[in-house]
């Protein structure tokens, strides 16, 4: 079971990155409950969480997260924008986005569709892009970014349908 020959001659290392990845593993295997009551000191702390929450909101907000972060310390900034009217908005991505396309129009063509939705939820969000990407022959993306950017002020995070269905 043991070889003297398997022995590396080098020193021992800290290696982070696989520490950060095992984390991220044993989040995503929390009960929701859980990550929510581990979570809540962290948002707290930080100043995210300005006064009371209301719990069932603060779950499906972190229900979107558990599966990207990789520690509770990345939390504040991944939800950031759930819990404020004024939040910051990632320059370099936003000089990115307003540098092709058109996103203006797009999001008055994305704020359009949504006026006339029966039903606000991922599904429909999800057809309503589609059918005006279809309609104006454009990418689903120009669409999504100008909306993310829009409503999130990053250029990534769960997913845009999600985010505006906990957002309605």
Known sequence: LFDFNGINHDGARFDDQ???HMNMVYLRELPIETFVEMARPTLD???VLKGEVAPVYLRRVLTLCQEKVRTFDELPAYVGYFFCENFPIDEKAKRK???KGQPLVRLRQFLGELEGMRKFDEAEVEAAVKRLSEEHRVYTGEYIHAVRMAVTG???GPGI???LEVLD
Do not use: E, F
């Open 18 to 20: 696989k520490l950060i």
């Open 45 to 47: 702390s930080s100043g």
């Open 97 to 99: 986005l307003l540098s």
């Open 154 to 156: 990053t250029p990534s």
């Open 161 to 163: 349908y999600q985010i």
